[in-house]
């Protein structure tokens, strides 16, 4: 999927991690752009690895705490979740959208508010 990055991950401290936060400055860094082929990438291979959970569970944690849970930290991804985060995935991530939006509780709300709207769901606030 990330041909471009096939020698770049090649040390031996190198883990799952170091390619998240990798992907996680490249997905604003699509937004940003309004790349949607990028989008769908990077987006894709999260949702892949989420569903690794009974596989690996060290690979479906390591997108939840890696990856997903820092899409509240930019503006550009936090708006874009409604639209790029399917309502299973959403409704297993929503405590660790809440645990790091506590400094913003309004945020948090407005991000549950929204993804209902964008998702015909019922999630709690």
Not at 47 to 64: G, V
Not at 113 to 118: G, I, K, S
């Amino acid at each position: 999927m990330f041909y471009d990055l096939r020698f770049h991950f090649n040390h031996k401290d190198d883990s799952i991690y170091s390619l998240l936060v990798f992907l996680r400055d490249r997905i604003i860094e699509a937004h940003r752009n309004n790349d949607l082929t990028e989008q769908e990438k990077i987006y894709n291979y999260a949702e892949w690895c989420f569903n690794q959970y009974k596989r690996s569970p060290y690979m479906h944690n390591a997108i939840c705490v890696g990856f997903y849970e820092h899409l509240v930290e930019d503006e550009s991804t936090l708006q874009a979740i409604p639209y790029k985060v399917k309502p299973y995935i959403f409704k297993d991530l929503q405590g660790l959208f809440e645990w790091m939006l506590n400094e913003d509780k309004d945020r948090y709300i407005k991000l549950v508010e929204e993804y209902n709207r964008v998702n015909s769901t019922d999630f709690n606030r």
